[in-house]
């Protein structure tokens, strides 16, 4: 295409703007939504500044209010403008010149015409014999800018903004993903928190080798809808990146010479005409787009082999015909009475017409037609240019389907749940009617995949999605949540009992049989019941207790359901209020506190070590016990800095009893699964240890069976780790769920640490526990373990246990858990 090609031509005329007063965040969601790269703000039709992807740099995303600032405050002004007769060679200069990435198309008025990015220089200046002659490492970015995935999201935007780097590669454990500056967009439209770039990058990063010609490069970009590649050497490893701004500015260095030697051969061309034709018939026919051009009748004096290509019919068989044998019958005449006054009135049209091949199929293309004047302003032909671009409305379709429908049942997904659920709220307010939301979980589902895999896993789902869906009513909606969870949206009930009833089918359901290959399978599933407008008014309040009623569900049974109650509410802001305040207590430190509790020889009485207890005070809601605020850090992912907090305030209490020359006892310190199975455990309690130089002999871990049980080879591997450092294994609560005897030999452990349920037994003359205690305690013996009786609280249970190989004792009955002060004094003896 010519460089004397006007910008009016390529503009995108489908502006997007917004007030000046529009919320950052709304403003991003927009664009996101239209996937546009710029937002106007305009107020009383006048063009006041100017958002694009570029400015999203520069919003601190650690500051959530940040999003949610007016536009106005963020936008940048004043807008480069040009007029719609520029000529895009011009324009390409004026991007470099401006050091921007839009321009505004405005009339002599200032009226806003259309916007052109460098994206559309790119895909409409000509370049093509440029991208075809030259390699990707003539326009590559290189040294790429490669980011740890870890890092939060405020970071890497100030990291792009420093660097000025518009995409960055970031690592995501082995794969490598890109966060470009419309990933930013998406988050300021929806702010992601605290959450590292890793799971907010776009992966796997798509890529190119540097010896690929950059032709292939925008085909690719342009095929897969993409900004960037990752540019591979002969190691396969990253050396640059590759965008369409790449291409623009490795252009114009070559764009000059380009034009020089144009001008060379213009001066020749004019002398050889002949030679002139044959060279633009050769360009032509070359084009990768269909090429017509017709006489003033729109009679086809000429079609390219693009054309055929394209639509399948020779030019032999399109010469002296009408494009009207294109036609699909889609477009009514008002279509093309409104294409035929555009183009008669500035000259051109461009847009988007469904056409049809030779063959009978539809297809869209983008279409430029242009009206070609003599010198006395008459039409003398007109010449379209179109692509065939079906492929990327079903690519977009595709796109759009997956944002609202689970890929793997075809349900909607919380997206599309969440919208029809919107929608069936209001109309249920103004028709005054209620509406139920059923909260579906499947039980036992992951014993499915552990034992028939994750391909029967997703057979089992689908199976069930299509179950629930035939015991629905006509008019309810099921959706996938995600996992094993689903949602069913019942409107228009006129009392609890329906919804109820609809419940039960459900569980009746999924309670048969499924046939998953050669094999029957059964489970069940839970249910929670929430209400419009008795429980509930707003999406996610009426979604959050559904779920809150099938948790109690499954805590009542499984394989039933549960309408949420008041109770619940109250369980749920308990909860709520717990979360926030150990959050809050976490960041300052305040309240928490550690007691030690003191473990005995049980035939010497003699201190042998003690065990850290984490207490928690809080100033308004008093003395919380760890049974309910340790569960509360498991859940909320909270366990990890608790854990950490305890080993280096027990780490630096040793080196405190140390240094006052007390004789310190080790201390052991309880490990929850999380903490556990986090990376290079034993190199992070080595460098604790190390910086505060307190010998590892000092330090043990307690960690309960069922941690243990489910990878036990891993396991050993963690536990080999920790003891090589010279630290204490013990087993905690030995005998209770998933006591298994064969694996205390293969594990690297050094304590045996009975339940105190069993020594509670010894004074409740039951021969049963009598008889474990005896098994287990002979056992651990025979394994060279040290056995620790915990719970001792009477002297009765203290006597009872001297028919049993016991090593320690640990209880009330010698001694309950103090502050560190405390039990110094009372215990530990100075040197």
Known sequence: MSQDLSIARIMQTGLLYCHPRTPLCEAATRMAERCCSSMLVMENDEVLGIWTEHDSLMVDFDDPTAVRVPIAQVMSRPVAALSPDTPIGEAAMRFATEQCRHLLVADDTGRPLGIVSQTDVVLNQGLEPYLRLREVRAAMHANPLVLDGRLSLSETARTMRDSTRDAVVVRCGELLGILTERDLVRFVARHPGTTPIGELASRPLLSIHVDDSLIHARDLLIGHHLRHLAVLDESEAVIGLLGFGDMLSGAEQFYLQDLREALEKRDQALAQSRHHLQLAERVIDASLEGIIITDARTRIEFVNPAFTHMTGYSLEEAVGRTPAMLSSGRHDATFYRHLWDALHARGYWRGEIWNRRKSGQLYLELLTITAIRDEAGEITHFAALFNDITYLRESEERVRRLAYYDALTDLPNRRLLEDRLSLAIRHAHRQSQRLAVIFIDLDHFKQVNDSLGHAAGDELLMQASRRLVDHLREDDSLARLGGDEFIALLPEIDTPEEATRVARRLIEAIRAPFRLGDREFRI????????????????????????????????????????????????????????????????????????????????????????????????????????????????????????????????????????ARLDTVP????????????????????????????????????????????KQQQAIQILGALRELGCTLSIDDFGTGYSSLSYLQALPIDVLKIDRRFIQSLSEDGQGGQAILAAVTGLARELGLLVVAEGVETQAQLIALERFPVDRIQGYLTGRPVPADLFAANWLSGR
């Open 667 to 710: 201390v052991a310190v309880n490990l929850s699964a999380r903490q556990f199975w986090q990376r290079d455990l034993a190199e992070w309690v080595r460098a604790e240890l190390e910086d505060q130089d307190v010998p590892a002999n000092l330090i043990g871990f307690e960690l309960t069976e069922s941690t243990l049980l489910d």
């Open 524 to 659: 069940g599933c839970s249910l929670g019941i929430s209400l419009y407008p008795d429980d509930d008014t707003s999406v996610e309040g009426l979604l959050h207790h559904a779920d809150a009623a099938m948790y109690r569900a499954k805590q009542e049974g499984r394989n039933t359901y549960r309408l949420f109650s008041t109770d619940m509410r109250a369980h749920n802001d308990r909860v709520l209020t717990l979360e926030s305040a150990l959050r809050e207590t976490l960041e300052s430190g305040a309240g928490l506190d550690v007691h030690y509790q003191p473990l005995f020889d049980y035939t010497s009485g003699r201190l042998c070590s003690a065990e850290a207890l984490l207490r928690w005070h809080h100033p308004e809601l008093g003395e919380l016990s760890p049974a309910e605020f340790i569960p509360l850090a498991e859940r909320s992912g909270l366990i990890l800095p608790l854990g950490e907090r305890l080993l280096r305030c027990v780490v630096g209490q040793l080196r405190s009893w140390r240094d």
